[in-house]
């Protein structure tokens, strides 16, 4: 595990994460899997050393304390008195081939250590976005494909059985694509949380965007693809808190049907300056086909949580069940969990022989080479933000789906 923030350890200033992780994600899930043998050894690497004897009383606590059998042994980089952060370079080193790396880091950060983790022969996964340029993109999958790793992106709303079951409709029912609008926040405080990058290195878009973007492409896959995209912000609340990066991110993005060249919009709108409210992230989407629509609210599931000395809660077990049964860990069947397990799985296939990398490609994981029109996006908004907001163009060579390169539209008395 490269990084050690929230959705790793759920340790966040010191103590727990004021969010719906807490206990952290993938440190967690990391130690079920060790239990239930489907890894060995577990090391987690940061920048500074002298967190750690912090995060390992907080995991201690949320996780040690809380489930029976579940054993903490955690190999840990740089030392507890040093801050190194080049520390990734020496604990990559002591990884062989056939491993795994999850990378969950900020994002500027992602490609130089997923590249260091491939070139060790090590499969890699990588939060979202997996790398925020185009050229980056197109350098892994070069990279994955002369080592023979699996190289993935982390975007566990594919495990969200309401997110699939849309996905699966639009495929077989709602005809070509016509229309999206999706929503995604988190609350002001997460301002402070992310403050170490927030509009210095990645901006709320790449954070949060990012997930129905993926959703966009791992559902209109052979159906359309992105052509253009255009970038409008809001600011005033970070920049009062002496932040430079804006509050919220609209992509408006032209997609073209291969059937029929038709044309269909998607709005993607992202904000980290949301009141907190009865969930810690605001998350829909309405989706129409030509044939149909689809109306999902992935924040309120129908279940609510009122307790003494606690706000009022909707909560969503569905992403991750803390709360234990006879005092184990079951939240195996939790979207959180499955997206790691699932590449865990794939990894071991892979290793034994029994599957080839390309086997993955057929969307059952966001890999490096089906997650590309996503990327695309996500620049082409960055972009058309600092050239206050011009339309950008994504090129293709023909009627492939692999970008080939972002450029500013020219509109039409332009081209005379």
């Known amino acids: 595990m490269v990084g050690t923030g929230e959705y790793t350890t759920g340790y966040v200033g010191g103590t727990a994460a004021d969010s719906d992780k807490g206990a952290g994600v993938v440190a967690l899930t990391m130690f079920d899997l060790r239990r239930r043998g489907k890894v060995a050894r577990v090391g987690m690497c940061g920048v500074n050393g002298k967190k750690f004897p912090g995060i390992r009383n907080h995991m201690q606590k949320n996780i040690g ?8 042994t955690c190999d840990t980089y740089p030392s507890d008195d040093t801050v190194d952060p080049q520390a990734y370079v020496h604990a990559i080193s002591t990884y062989q081939p056939g491993d795994i790396a999850i990378i969950f ?30 050229e980056h993109h197109k350098n892994l999958i070069q990279a994955a494909k002369d080592k023979n790793v699996l190289v993935a992106m982390e975007v566990h709303k594919r495990w969200d059985p309401f997110y699939a ?13 016509q229309y999206m609008y999706a929503y995604m926040s988190q609350p002001k405080h997460q301002l402070e949380t ?20 993926d959703f966009s492409e791992w559902t209109l896959e052979g159906i359309a693809r992105p052509v253009r995209v255009t970038a409008t912000a809001s600011t005033g609340v970070a920049h009062s808190k002496g932040m430079e990066t804006e509050d919220s991110i609209t992509l408006t993005v032209q997609w073209e049907n291969f059937d029929g060249n038709t044309l269909g919009c998607a709005v993607y709108t992202s904000s980290w300056v949301a009141p907190k409210s009865d969930v810690h992230s605001q998350q829909r989407f309405f989706y129409m086909g030509t044939n149909g629509e689809i109306n999902v609210d992935q924040a309120h599931r129908g279940m609510t ?4 000395g606690k706000p009022f809660a909707s909560v969503n077990p569905l992403f991750m069940k803390y709360t234990p049964t006879n005092d184990m860990f079951s939240g195996q069947g939790s979207y959180g969990v499955k997206s790691f397990e699932c590449f865990v799985d794939a990894c071991r296939e892979v290793n034994a022989g029994k599957k080839d990398v390309q086997d993955f490609d057929d969307g059952s994981l966001a890999t490096v080479g089906t997650t590309v029109q996503g990327t695309a996006i996500l620049e082409a908004g960055r972009r058309s933000l600092d050239l206050d907001g011009m339309p950008m163009d994504i090129v293709y060579d023909g009627g492939k789906h692999i970008p080939v390169r972002i450029q500013p539209h020219v509109f039409g008395d332009c081209k005379k």
């Open 165 to 177: 079951d849309a996905r699966d409709r639009a495929r077989s029912q709602l005809g070509n694509f």
């Open 194 to 213: 992310f403050k170490a990058w927030a509009g210095k290195s990645s901006d709320i878009s790449f954070y949060l965007n990012s997930h129905h973007i």
């Open 305 to 308: 949580v009122a307790c003494d």
């Open 65 to 72: 304390d809380v489930y029976k059998d579940m054993d903490l």
């Open 105 to 134: 880091t900020p994002d500027d950060t992602h490609y130089e250590i997923a590249m260091a983790c491939i070139q060790q022969g090590m499969h890699v996964m990588v939060t979202k976005p997996i790398v925020q340029t185009l």
